[in-house]
């Protein structure tokens, strides 16, 4: 079983003067090929909503369609409608804007991400939702019940082999969840905008990090600490881990062939 990383959404903020990708996953289970969020989608760049119009200019998104999961996935030689299934860490236009492209799939999310999106309670969750991702009303998927512990995390089991948990991690939306996945190697933990860029945990002072990651960094950084076996992705990280350091390298050492 093979995990591809993907950056799906390249941001170069004004300050500070960061390159930054979006983490996607591309994940060969028995039932085809399964996204891990879609970072942005064909419309973004194309006709895209005042509220990216907005973030294109203040975090620098490039118009850069060919960085669309649909556009990468058709690049690598799979048939669009080979993805059936989307797994949505939370639902910030940066993470679901691709949903519009696969109108077809089954999106999995936690229910109270679902709920987040239809009633926003937090500033952040208000501000990043995007409806031009959910005007084609997607097929969700919606999980809420603890099935597991996956090491001493509560996680909701996926039906996908490999094994594949939703790991909630509350707090930058009601209903962000993490993403557990099994490979021939070992886990993947993507614990997306739970933690700060590229995992690196002292990059921005610890009251910023509460605001708008949640309470979860602290506890993540002694998991990381204690399982240095257990691949640990950030939603965000340098647009250069993706080519060269331990991203390009971690695909590079896979064989992809399916
Ligand atoms: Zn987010």
Redesign the pocket.
Known sequence: MAIQVLNCASMFPWWPRWQVGGVCLLVDTDQGPVLVDTGLGLHDHESPSRLVRFFRLDMGIQFAPEETAVRQVVGRGINTKDIQHIIIT?L?F??AGGLPDFPWAQIHLHQKEYEAHLNPKTW?ERF?YDHKDFQHKPNWVKYEKITDKWFDFDAIRLPFTPRIYLIPLFG??SG?CGVAIKDGTGWLFQA??AIPLNAEFDIAPEWVSRLILGLHPKRIKAFAAAHPEVRLLA?HTWRSEFNEDRIGKFNRSRNFDR
């Open positions: 939370h910030h940066d993470h952040i990043a930058h939306t962000m997306a905008d939603g």
